[in-house]
């Protein structure tokens, strides 16, 4: 039988030639785009993901490591105040050097210190801790490289295609109404123990397991589609107040939002730019790249409203783990699948779902000690709370507590809407 | 035996005069200063709280009513989409004109038209909620007139005093360190009923009573004092990143924040600003103008956490409502009273307590049908819970299910701390 | 016969009054406003032309003379760095403490006091000097007060009216077109001598005389009319980038300018809001508020350009200093007059006409000594140079050598435009 | 003998190999970054000045001739909005595509075609004028090349090297005071002829010959040295607002400098930084890498003043066109040199020398027809006039008529002072 140590020696090797892979058809000038702050150059997560295991598992765990170069510890930080001072996050698209070469390097010999290191016997259960967090941190960052890159992509005004579609998917528009699918609710324990096991991953955010209160309620049976979120638009959507948070409707008139992110339309017909260049806008797809301003008020339009983060995570329990991931690259969302009405579809893969549950800590929640700590309690405020996994997001990154969060304006994302209601 | 609309009746007078009233030491340029975007001029708040019952109340029901100006009903409105266009908020300190005198005229004429009204016979029942509506609005302009003329004074390089005070409090250093007064927790109900008679006010965002699964929890018996800061700054609190979220370590930066907001150092000795002048700060008084991202990061540092709203409201329903407020004309915290280590002291009056909640809809929350739907509902987000009223607050303001909510970078409110922990 | 002396005794008496004569129809309220850091409210132009007299003439020249409030010298100061720290300028609108009451008292303590001064018999040079600039600093205030208080009643929706015209005058048509007036040219003298004597004011920076090469040049007879620039608006002006600087072009689009500032479209018909309210545009009126960037854009599409201020300076040495000023009591542009084809008109008053000229430095120039060398010198870079004064200027302010200045993007000062041309 | 039309095939082939030359020593990444919106990628440069010749020449005088490829009219147009639109300047850094390796097919494709047309005998007058034109303008490029790579390169934490030097010079601290070199002014031609002919190139901005009266006048033997600006900053220089203009003193307390661009204090020691590295700081060089506004604060401090352009121009004329270049390849200022001291020293290269004169039309002057119209003349507003080259100009760019210029703020090419005064 495999032991979770020698499950992660794979998984190491998997992921890190996974990272590599999802460069291909990208250039090293393509890698050094930095499109705005919040998003970071693809040359530049291939270095911090490396950085993460040699500050946090080879530095403290391989007597007599020689570092790759001291000055990539300062480069390829990214927020730990702990770990000392760090290269500007706005600035991260002026790190020509050191070059992608280098950086390759820097991974190699990391990889190589690592796999030696992952080989001795005696390695304290922290190592293996800090071993599997920086897989599934990387994990996180090759959701990243994707939506970062798109978004510097979108800078170009002929639309690169990154990666080419053999068999481009017919247009349709024949999805039937989704259904109401029925949850008791109760008091229900949500959420992981703190205790966790070698193998069995989660994040500190998502412990510990607590009790919530749930009324009864439904949840939609699939995603919000492309065709659905024409009609809000058509119907003035985003020309009407009413439907608008204050800060959604400030933010719609500031930005001039008209239309989902990458959505054009040339001579009436809408079009959205994906990694695989523009393609038409398919009506049964699910809607992508809102943000949770736009989902609110769609979900006001539609007489309902999204669900919180538990409904999601207790409905979604009982569900297989599968849906459209990062590793079948396809880089766009799926369709409705034909098949009951009372079951929930596309709930993981596909699309990221906004839920209105900020993203908080759980009562008793502690912060791992040290650096470690700030993964993620200091992001505790102003962000919401996304469930399920998008069409870009590593399959083994995904689980029904996972808590992907990010702020109600942003949507470079693969950020999708589910409607929920009571009742 | 009184009637809830004799009861309005007598309200009505009390609280339009009372606004009156707290203008008592300003002048008409004094009521014309905006000092941002989030404060208005005094002389607006008098025109915006008249507005509301001219345009919910009168044009609705007294027939033949005769409006004072039409203008007004744009210059007035504040945020109320569906009742049309309106004057920027970022220039109603521009309003020089209507003239203050204008705008106590416009006063009593709605005050004439409005007691005429409520002295007829068989007004719906509609009518009744709106004036209720009203006068709790007002009410919450009365403290927000306190907060943003303070606030415009602040720029005045020579502290001027609004209110003389008799006899200034003496500065004293004895208070004892807080106790934890312990709470049993448990699935509880919480918020209220959305039927409300009249005479049982309470905002729609209050509504309706729902179930919230408490851990076992403890309350600090005061809030924290100014000498309580005092030792977070010396220890560096200000300065250290790891007490900090990451959104509240950016704001201390940009803003260049060291000490609570209205404090100032002169040769080594501490001085706030008040309503009464520039006083010496009192180790002993509650501290005040605080914001969420210091009231977080303090009780990191003290190695406590924020309540939540509900742990406040279910732990504070059992006290009478009592403390410093607005109409004791002390309008600076108090400090920590003698008696029982077992009980919460200034639950009301005295300080806002922030709470670690974010404002949210309760579950099944319904806003009220058309404009007065835009109350209180497209604030929830990104928005903070505070609870228990402070020295600015009308005392009729307060209950234990009062949600007053800001966003966390805010600080010209009278917003303080009390800490929390579990069992 | 008057000496210079006795002139500037009875100047500071008609200065004075006639600064207080402006404010009619103000409030305290309006004269609190302040629109913009450019402008400033008309309460700080009555405080800081009396600081100027307490600060330069009375604390130097009078014994034991007692000043008001020493803390006017911080709030009044406008931008003397060698006369200490100073209220900042874009918070002077928040100064509603000194009242305006208070500021009155702070005007009549210095008139006694300096008519005291001005009676005694041995005053230094010097001091008749600082008196005359004081003169003239306030009358240079003068025009400041009516253009900041108009600007600030821009931002009322209802458009104030602050001075009652008896009649207003007629609309017409009938402007001929302007002829062009040569002028020689050659080497000539500009500026004056740096030697001033008392009664023959100048301020520094129109000293030295030195010499300008000229080449033969023609004016227009008269400024640009409302009717010719609703021409270029016809024509598209402000939508081709042909016509504009590159800063200026970028202006535009940041700005949305699409006309003159105050000019207001209503179903079809223009026009323009005035200190005697919204009046109706008048097609032969002088053009008025548009920047230095609309000047320059519309006399290359006009095929023309504007003159330098040498080329105007000595073209209109030869005029009598008369036209529309600021005691007229008229406060908008006036109209060509019938007359001959050979002579300029409106060269003083009614508009300010922008040159081509930066704001520079004449060769030899020598700012005053100490506080008074900040008043031109240090603002020598990115303005340009206007001449020959407007409607709302004082007449005894005007001279062919005076240089007003302004940025190329400011256009709340009533600004117009001369076409020049070479033979 | 050569033609001119020889020596600008000739010139052509110089011109085209030295920009590629000057990449030496960077990567494709390197060439990709843009730091501000004033500068440009290395990569941009190379494809701009190509299209120029393809947009100008090529698409005019060559029938029948090939575009490399459209869009890259879109992406590679700087300013010209009769050609068309293009690429958002600041986004010039997102281009990742094309790639270098197109970019450089790109140039290769247009150097054939361009080689091809010169060789055929029947080229009208203004193809060779545009020919002649592109050549300045990519030799401008290639110093705004050295400029903008240089300034990437100073968000590199690390100081990378991109030329090594073999020797690096020593430091030295025995420079000689400046003496002043008298010239006798009087009323002077300045400027060039608009008739042109091929071979003698001169910008439209330079034209046409007009009179300036100049004053008597001396200019120092020198420029000013990093050893003197030292003696400004111990002096307290960025710290005193007399010596500065407003605008100025406002820049350097928005920006916080307190020494030129690229300076660092290690320890007590000076250093800057350059294409070679981080270099110690000589005194005896020519302070370089200071705005405007230093010049002008440092002449006030020094009790002296910036020479006007027509100054510099008259006396330059009569010096040979010699100094340190860009083709030395020693990308630093240089030092004083022996001699005598009636001479000017460093007129062409070492460090463009800022002058008090506004960049503004020479009277009389007529922009080129159509798109190269774009080229100066939009840009006359609020830029100063700089004369003489830098180490950083090719020596082909120089002339005693070339005006440079830049705004007062902007320091990022190689700029220093030359002090002037009058006798």
Redesign the interface.
């Known amino acids: 039988m495999v032991t979770a140590q020698e499950h992660l020696l794979s998984l190491y090797q998997q992921v890190r030639s996974t990272t590599i892979g999802l460069t291909d058809g990208l250039?090293?000038?393509?890698m050094?785009?930095q499109?705005m702050e919040d998003a970071s150059p693809a040359k530049w997560h291939l270095g911090h993901t490396t950085w993460f295991f040699e500050a946090l598992v080879l530095d403290a765990y391989q007597p007599g490591y020689q570092r790759f170069n001291d000055?990539f510890h300062?480069?390829f930080n990214s927020?730990y105040?702990?770990l000392g001072q760090r290269?500007p996050r706005p600035?991260r698209?002026?790190?020509?050097?050191p070059?992608?070469e280098q950086v390759m390097k820097f991974r190699l010999h990391v990889d190589e210190a690592m796999l030696s290191l992952l080989q001795s016997k005696e390695l304290p259960n922290e190592c293996w801790q800090r071993l599997e967090l920086g897989l599934h941190h990387e994990m996180q960052h090759q959701e990243l490289l994707i939506t970062d890159q798109l978004h510097?992509f979108s800078?170009?005004?002929?639309h690169?295609i990154w990666k080419t579609l053999l068999h481009q998917p017919p247009v349709t528009s024949e999805a039937a109404p989704h259904s109401w699918v029925a949850q008791a609710g109760g008091?229900v324990p949500v959420g992981l123990s703190a205790e966790r096991r070698i193998g069995d991953f989660a994040y500190d955010c998502e412990t510990p397991i607590?009790?919530?209160?749930l009324?009864p309620y439904c949840l939609a049976s699939r995603p919000v589609t492309n065709g659905e979120w024409l009609e809000f638009m058509t119907d003035g959507g985003y020309r009407d107040?009413?439907w608008?948070?204050?800060?959604?409707?400030a933010c719609v008139n500031r930005e001039g939002w008209q239309a989902p992110l990458y959505w054009q339309n040339k001579d009436d017909e809408w079009f959205r730019y994906t990694p695989h260049g523009l393609l038409p806008l398919d009506p049964d797809e699910s809607v992508c790249h809102v943000s949770y301003?736009e989902a609110?008020a769609y979900a006001r339009w539609a007489g309902a409203r999204l669900p919180t983060e538990f409904e999601w995570e207790v409905a979604a329990r009982n569900y297989p783990i599968e849906g459209r991931c990062m590793e079948q690259g396809l880089w766009f969302p799926g369709k409705p699948l034909p098949g009951s009405d009372t079951a929930l579809q596309h709930l993981y893969g596909n699309v990221w779902e906004w839920t209105?549950s900020?993203y908080?800590?759980f009562?008793?929640f502690e912060p791992l000690q040290g650096a470690l700590g700030e993964y993620n309690g200091?992001?505790?405020?102003?962000q919401f709370v996304l469930k399920g996994g998008a069409f870009t997001s590593p399959e083994q990154l995904l689980r029904a507590s996972y808590r992907n969060f990010f702020y109600?304006h942003q949507r470079w994302q693969a950020t999708g809407v589910r409607l929920a209601r009571?009742e």
Chains 1, 2, 3, 4 share one sequence.
């Open positions: 250039t090293a000038e393509d050094l785009l499109s000055q300062y480069l927020y105040e702990s290269h600035h698209g002026m790190l020509s050097r070059s992608l510097a800078f170009h005004h002929f690169p008091l607590h009790q919530q209160y009324r107040p009413q608008w948070l204050s800060d959604g409707w301003f609110d209105q900020p908080l800590a009562p008793g200091k992001f505790m405020c102003g109600p009571y």
